[in-house]
């Protein structure tokens, strides 16, 4: 008997003993037509109540439903999407998890309906979420250089309108992109620019040197750099299936110690009692996910603490 979409939704609610619901994910992809109302709606419906998103069962409703929606090139998704990352107080985050830092440039560009002005305000706007502006914003614009839907004089054009008065000048994520994205694009033009916004105090430091935006951008770009991340959403199955969120593989029970083993070792012996200190991490206070203090320009999980 086939599922109802409601059925098929609901199993897609995420639990902690589940893996990726891989089958129900074919079978909305087969049922596309049918099924893309319903995954509009998941966004709608997130935008108008983001608690209910945040935690419990819907948690990755609005991460599928984007790249559903992705896949199936769905235009209808641009805008709802696009109110979604406007959202402030790191709403965004919770809603799509590290799907912002790392796919949601692919995502808006997938569903990118032929109108820059909602993608515009996104990155112009200061009360949204910073990543969500520099990710879901900045980002796509390469994205849509590499899809041939935007050409890449258009895109330094708005580049330097960002840097002469559509970018507030206050810190944020969105300072460290358009910066970064300058030197991968070859935008030697607008260097002055970078080196003002480093002179500022606009970037950090560890997320991308000026040295090596300056090299890249004097060179003519890095084309391997900025396109290898810039595809269209295609395969939602090999993109999410190796996610840790769905690695539910047993973890090793702990096995107790007798105290007589635990005796025996504490008993002085030829060697030192002294215990082996690890060495202090290279990078204090440095997150898996915040840029790599190497300045490579990659976080720092996919690079020095990979």
Sequence with gaps: MTSSPSELLDRLDYTESGGFPK???????????EMTPHLLEILRAAHANPAAYLDG????????????????????????????????NGIPGDLFGDSITE?????????????????????????????????GGLHTYPALVRAGVLPIEAVEKYFRELFECKLERKYSHAWNTLCSLTGDLGFAALLPHVRQAFDD????????RLE???????????????????????????MMEWWACFDRKPKRKHVGVSSDHLAKLLQPSEFSSRPTVPPPPKYPGVTRNDPCPCGSGRKFKKCCGG
């Design 103 to 135: 796919n949601m440039h692919n995502i808006v560009a997938s569903v990118f309906n032929g109108d820059e002005e909602p993608l515009r305000k996104l990155i112009e706007n200061p009360a949204a979420d910073e990543y969500a502006r520099a990710c």
């Design 23 to 33: 089958k129900t994910i074919q079978e909305i992809i087969a049922r596309r037509e």
């Design 57 to 88: 069962p819907k948690v990755m409703h609005c991460t599928y439903a984007a790249y559903l929606l992705a896949q199936f090139r769905e235009t209808r998704a641009y805008l709802p999407l696009i109110a979604l990352l406007n959202l402030g």
């Design 212 to 238: 090596h935006i300056e090299s890249r951008a004097e060179s003519g770009g890095d084309a391997a750099n900025w396109t290898k991340d810039c595809d269209l959403v295609d395969d939602v199955v090999s």
């Design 201 to 208: 105090g606009l970037c950090d430091l560890f997320f991308d």
